[in-house]
């Protein structure tokens, strides 16, 4: 699932301008998106999902030096 999603993203990246970068992201009119989502920028929600992605990231590997160092004791 995330190599397919990286590849869209991907692809999205290759045909993106900077015009579309700085555009108003096309955000629903309804209860689910969150209030805050409104008004910003497709570059802005872009840097959202990367900081989340780097976030999770660093979440996931946080405890593998110290599951590791216990496992060779």
Known sequence: MRDTQ???????LDKVTAE???????????????PYARGRS??????TVLNETFEHHGFCVRDLDLIEAQDGE
Do not use: Y
Request: charged share 25%.
């Open 6 to 12: 990286a590849a869209e993203l991907e692809a999205w």
């Open 20 to 34: 579309q970068l700085a555009g108003r992201a096309p955000v629903p009119d309804d209860d689910v998106w969150p």
């Open 42 to 47: 497709v570059r802005q929600c872009f840097g």
